[in-house]
């Protein structure tokens, strides 16, 4: 049992669609643009929780919201999302009946096992069961009814309600809230919102006790002047990060939306690519903004792939792949996302390592609600990232596949990228894009590749150059000094597979990899290796590659 914190609330927000507007269109505003947009301030929104009304009444949706404080409601911060909606949005709202109420937390019971939705699986939190009654307060004759009501709630009926199969939590709460001041319009009510597992013992024996005692008759007769009961059950949960594929892939090709703020691109499931969902994460360990891009199967269900590029690329170097492997594999989920380092890097700046970049990962997949990925794909930095990452959250991936990289770092390779920082920071930093774009991409081509595939050639180039210095510079570091050599025996329960363009360092990273790769876990992992191929054997030679890689996966 505990009583509120000072300011602790929550936003709750009943919707009712009109006719006319269509529930995959209304949908998919909501979970894509809305409710991330909400959460990306943690510092106000705590979570946010969908229900889908069971009792047949309207309206059929609430939206709940916990607030840390309630006074963060009137700060620009939250006032400004409401001002600047989006075109779509305002198109949207305007076909939906939207009530809002504030509400400030009072008390709150919990059951010993009971796990906030926000942490957990999907699969854990849906289908759980809300109870929300409201009761008005005969003030006029009884001045201190609210506190004799909720005397009531946390003394006698909330701790009889616990002992009801399958109680979670209940929640007492009061309206008006106080940030809407003493002469706020509407009456006062207390309001008590009731959890339980999908599978419960409401209306059993537990339940109709704690609504026939002698107290509670007396509470009703002398303090309460009405009563309103809704049933809810939880559908949906917001994470910071928009992934709702399901509802985009329902809708019209003419349904593309894409704005800046909030950064957000939409392509629907109709389009031929679709759908695809492209926006933005800020890590929450330095606020650092990272791109990402979710397509291909729509199932919220489905496993996922995601991919970790080579430093001085961006997502945009698995183009070619991703094209084999949509019409391979239609039943994954495929997500990648740019480095750390391609864009902007955080301020202060600080040095990139292997830990931070696979810490980004994580934070990207608890953003985007994924608890555990299928595969995990990644290249050079990428694919030392892909390595520690299995060394560091084994439970988050299924399996991975490692290539061209090393197990550790040298001397000489740390003094290799102090060079390559000189000439991309030379000039005013044009050097990157004049002169180490190209000696770069001819470094980790194959010459079959740098003589026949002069389009390959020049998207690398592009790509290359049009990276930001300050990144390149401070995510390069995450090369320098490291090894994984020890760390990686103790990866237990990940399958490794390990891939290497033959041409790569014109064969020395073959032997390289041949090296360590017997060091993973306790069997060590096969290293495969793709023709004609350099560095990233999966721009060169994608259909190569993915012949080398399609029964791992």
Same mark, same amino acid.
């Given at each position: ?44 929104? &705590? ?45 949207? +709202? ?18 010993? *096992? ?8 999907? @699969? ?37 309600? &616990? ?42 024996? /537990? ?43 329902? $809708?019209?090709? *003419? ?32 606020? $650092? ?20 590029? *080579? ?5 945009? %170097?698995?183009?070619?792949? +991703? ?49 555990? $990925? ?44 102090? /060079? ?35 389009? =390959? =050639?020049?998207? %690398? ?6 990276? *930001? ?63 004609? @191929? ?20």
């Amino acid at each position: 049992m505990a009583a509120a914190k000072n300011g602790q609330g929550m936003l709750y927000v009943t919707m009712q669609p009109q006719e006319g507007l269509s529930l995959d269109q209304f949908h998919e505003w909501y979970n894509n643009e809305h409710g991330p947009t909400r959460l990306r301030l943690p510092q106000i929104f &705590s979570n946010g929780l969908r229900y889908q009304a069971t009792d047949g009444q309207q309206p059929h949706f609430l939206a709940a919201y916990d607030v840390t404080d309630m006074a963060h409601l009137l700060t620009p911060t939250y006032l400004d999302l409401r001002a600047n909606r989006s075109p779509r949005e305002a198109e949207t +709202i305007g076909q939906v009946k939207v009530d809002r109420f504030f509400f400030d937390l009072v008390w709150t019971q919990e059951a010993p *096992s009971f796990k906030p939705a926000e942490q957990c699986t999907d @699969a854990e939190a849906e289908g759980r069961v809300l109870v929300a009654v409201d009761v008005s307060l005969n003030l006029t004759q009884e001045p201190d009814a609210a506190e004799k009501v909720i005397q009531w709630y946390e003394e006698e009926h909330i701790p009889m309600l &616990s002992k009801i199969p399958g109680w979670l939590r209940s929640r007492v709460l009061r309206t008006p809230s106080s940030i809407e001041g003493s002469n706020a319009a509407g009456e006062t009510k207390i309001i008590t919102l009731h959890e339980y597992a999908p599978q419960n013992g409401l209306g059993g024996p /537990e339940h109709k006790a704690s609504m026939d005692t002698p107290w509670r008759t007396e509470v009703f007769n002398k303090y309460i002047t009405a009563k309103g009961r809704r049933t809810y059950s939880l559908f949906y949960v917001f994470g910071p990060a928009p992934r709702d594929l399901k509802h985009l892939a329902a $809708l019209p090709a *003419s349904a593309a939306f894409s704005a800046v703020s909030p950064r957000l691109t939409t392509t629907p499931g109709t389009s031929p690519d679709g759908p695809i969902i492209s926006s933005y994460i800020t890590t929450p360990h330095d606020g $650092l903004t990272i791109p990402y891009q979710l397509e291909g199967n729509p199932s919220p269900s489905a496993p996922v792939i995601a991919f970790s590029n *080579s430093l001085l690329t961006s997502l945009h %170097m698995w183009d070619p792949l +991703i094209k084999i492997l949509k019409t391979a594999r239609p039943d994954l989920r495929i997500l990648r996302y740019d480095t750390r380092g391609r864009h902007s890097v955080p301020s202060p700046p600080q040095p990139a390592t292997l830990d931070l970049l696979a810490d980004d990962l994580a934070s990207l997949l608890d953003a985007l609600r994924i608890d555990r $990925l299928q595969t995990l794909v990644g290249v050079s930095m990428g694919g030392a990232t892909t390595l520690n990452f299995a060394i560091r959250y084994p439970s988050r991936l299924q399996k991975f596949v490692a290539c061209d990289f090393n197990a550790s770092s040298s001397e000489a390779n740390t003094q290799a990228w102090k /060079e390559r920082i000189a000439v991309a920071e030379a000039d005013q930093g044009r050097g990157l894009k004049e002169q180490l774009a190209g000696v770069t991409v001819e470094r980790w081509f194959h010459p079959n590749t740098m003589e026949t595939k002069k389009e =390959v =050639v020049e998207w %690398m180039t592009e790509m290359v150059g049009g990276n *930001s210095v300050d990144g390149f510079r401070w995510s390069c570091q995450a090369l320098w000094g490291y090894d994984l050599r020890e760390r990686m025996r103790d990866v237990k329960g990940v399958e490794g597979l390990f891939v290497v363009g033959e041409g790569d360092g014109k064969g020395a990273l073959v032997k390289a990899m041949e090296g360590f790769r017997g060091g993973l876990g306790e069997k060590g992992g096969e290293l495969r290796v793709v023709k004609e @191929a350099g560095h990233l054997p999966m721009c060169e030679c994608p259909e190569g590659f993915w012949e080398v890689v399609r029964d791992f996966i």
